[in-house]
């Protein structure tokens, strides 16, 4: 553990010296200013800066954490010829790529709240889950991101590999699914529908903010599905379990590829 956070002030210093971060956080911070000022500060400000959030958090997490592991590649080089465990090293440099880009995403978020004194309105308990949700999605997206950029050598495919996945999982996932809905309408579609929200953490944290809200009609047709399917505790509880595995299993891939990889 004295290893990892060895590792780790070294990552964290050169995170908050870089623009990016503070680039990433203003970009936020304004955002989530604007939807106060012209939305009223209400639940429908929480709802437009959640399509925000789930559309720029898994793309700053898959291009920052694929260019970080490349351009980190001979400090690795350089830690590997050090007697520290390979796992140990792992851990440091995927904790020093997503804990300051969760942290800088999460404070941008809430900070226009918390300036205007909404922290302890009763948007709270929605913004803490807004907040929870942007540092999952940004740890499981950087993890995603190790297992690309450890994967594919080339600087240049690993990017797009990491942007095309983002584009399916933001952008195509929910009009694939609806497509495939009305293919097949005359079947049921639930059971079918559910096991396909599974693969898709964007799906299961916006599902997961809007159970119980009339506004989950309008976030996609898995959405909907879900509304109706699984708005109770168990089933948060199982869409809670699919999303850590999102971060589980990619975490363990990476960390085993990262073993084996002739550096």
């Known amino acids: 553990?004295?290893?990892?956070?060895?590792?780790l002030r070294p990552a964290w210093r050169e995170a908050l010296r870089g623009r990016w971060l503070?680039?990433?956080?203003?970009?936020?911070?304004?955002?989530?200013?604007?939807?106060?000022?012209?939305?009223?500060?209400?639940?429908?400000?929480?709802?437009?800066?959640?399509?925000?959030?789930?559309?720029?958090?898994?793309?700053a997490a898959l291009v920052v954490g694929t260019m970080q592991v490349h351009n980190a590649r001979e400090i690795t080089e350089l830690f590997l010829a050090q007697p520290i465990a390979r796992r140990r090293l792992f851990i440091g440099l995927y904790l020093g790529t997503a804990l300051p880009l969760a942290a800088a995403l999460t404070i941008g978020l809430l900070a226009p709240f918390a300036w205007h004194g909404l922290l302890f309105s009763p948007l709270a308990a929605s913004l803490l889950r807004l907040g929870a949700a942007t540092a999952a999605l940004t740890m499981i997206g950087s993890a995603v991101a190790f297992v690309v950029a450890l994967k594919a050598d080339d600087r240049v495919r690993a990017l797009g590999f990491a942007l095309g996945g983002w584009l399916i999982g933001a952008v195509l996932w929910d009009g694939v699914i609806l497509l495939l809905a009305l293919l097949f309408g005359d079947r049921p579609v639930e059971i079918p529908l559910l096991v396909a929200l599974a693969f898709n953490p964007i799906d299961l944290a916006r599902v997961l903010l809007l159970l119980g809200t009339d506004a989950a009609a309008l976030f996609g047709y898995t959405g909907a599905v879900v509304q109706h399917t699984m708005g109770t505790a168990a089933g948060h509880a199982l869409l809670i379990t699919a999303l850590a595995l999102w971060l589980a299993l990619p975490l363990w891939f990476a960390a085993r590829t990262f073993d084996h990889k002739d550096f």
């Open 1 to 7: 553990m004295t290893e990892v956070l060895c590792l």
């Open 22 to 59: 503070i680039g990433l956080a203003i970009a936020l911070a304004g955002a989530g200013e604007m939807l106060i000022r012209f939305g009223g500060g209400g639940a429908t400000t929480i709802v437009s800066l959640l399509d925000v959030v789930l559309i720029v958090t898994p793309l």
